[in-house]
């Protein structure tokens, strides 16, 4: 076995659970999820649609299946969701929307994941009657592809009015959800409270092994619970899980500006090697390659042996501050770019 990378930016999906959410976790009150009686779950749910301003929440093993019942309980086959051309609905869900609601896509260019009112306004314009219809607008707080980006309030807002006025729900992909309002010093319900649904990772930069939260109104709730049902997500001592969760929202929250610092801070170390990134806006790094000459999957295989970890998506190389990801281990990162870029013929 390869020795595991000593600085692993690979994605904020590596975060191991700490000593003290283990112990939350062991000692979980439990009872059956799938009936309704697992009081640590339900006490999850009832704390993350409160923080949203959300009637209800449902607790579901993996972001994924967030955005699958959430998509199935908002749409009928045939109808279109409108979101951004690189959303993770789109990218990285191997197709589920479509093979699961049989919904088409209706996809909007944009700033790094955000598109305008004017875009939204247009898309849900009333066309002519063979066209899909648009049922759902999807919008990702911070925007992965993006770049880790984060959609200004009165933009997001002014999309969700447009929606409305359309009658058209939105749902929010809201996988780093406490990403964005620690970056934009926002509360999590001024997110919540414009759109239908919206969920939250726990796997992400909160460091939980499992677990996610969809919330909306109590209706929408009930009839997303059939869906999770049918898709396999219910679940029965999953109480266990939703400690490390509940542990997650009492101490991994505030810390998420640390991360950004190492970002911000990795990003400045490589400029300065003259390797260009993308704009930081919270825990991502998006770096521009092209200078070295090398391929993405070389440069990767080259900072692996000096045991740094980044992801790369195509040609563009991806790094990602998270909880076990120092301050120190952000300078190891930017030296072994240095010796990479001394090593170059
Ligand atoms: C990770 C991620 C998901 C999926 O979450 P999982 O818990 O890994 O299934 C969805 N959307 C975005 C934007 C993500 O980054």
Redesign the pocket.
């Known amino acids: 076995m390869p020795l595991p990378p000593a600085v692993d930016l690979y994605s904020d ?1 590596q975060t191991k659970p700490t000593a003290a959410m283990r112990r939350a976790m062991a000692d979980a009150e439990v009872g059956d999820e799938q009936q309704g009686t697992d009081p640590t779950v339900n006490r999850l749910c009832a704390r993350v649609a409160e923080m949203l301003g959300h009637e209800a929440g449902l607790f579901l093993p ?6 699958l019942v959430a998509v199935a309980t908002h749409t009928s086959p045939g109808d279109a969701i409108v979101t951004s051309l690189d ?3 789109v990218r ?2 191997t197709g589920g929307a479509a093979a699961y609601s049989g919904v088409i896509t209706d996809l909007l260019a944009g700033d790094r994941g955000r598109f305008s009112p004017e875009a939204t306004a247009e898309a849900l314009a009333p066309g002519h009657v063979y066209r899909p219809w648009p049922r759902l607008v999807c919008l ?1 707080q ?3 592809f993006g770049g880790g980006t984060v959609w200004p309030l009165e933009q997001y807002r002014a999309v969700a009015e447009v929606a409305r006025t359309a009658g058209v729900a939105v749902h929010t ?1 809201g ?2 959800l406490f990403n964005a309002t620690v970056a934009s010093r926002t509360e999590p319900r001024v997110w919540g409270e414009p759109v239908e649904s919206i969920w939250i ?1 726990f ?2 930069g909160l460091g939980a092994p ?1 677990g ?1 939260v969809l919330v909306g109104g109590r209706d929408f709730i009930e009839a997303a619970r059939v869906h999770k049902h049918r898709c396999g997500g219910a679940m029965r001592q999953a109480g266990i899980a939703a400690a490390g969760c509940l542990h997650a929202l009492d101490h991994h929250i505030d810390r998420l500006a640390a991360d950004h610092a190492n970002a911000a801070r990795l990003a400045e170390g490589l400029s300065a090697l003259g390797v260009g990134t993308e704009p930081v806006e919270t825990n991502m790094v998006w770096i521009d390659i092209a200078p070295t000459g090398l391929r993405a999957a070389e440069f990767l295989e080259r900072l692996a042996a000096r045991h740094v970890r980044m992801s790369r998506v195509e040609e563009r190389v991806r790094a990602v501050t998270h909880l076990d990801v120092s301050a120190d281990d952000i300078e190891t990162a930017v030296a072994a770019v240095a010796e990479t870029l001394e090593a170059l013929p």
């Open positions: 999906t993996t972001g994924t299946m967030c955005n959303s993770h609905i990285s869900e990702e911070t925007h992965n992909d996988a780093r990772d796997t992400k499992l996610a």
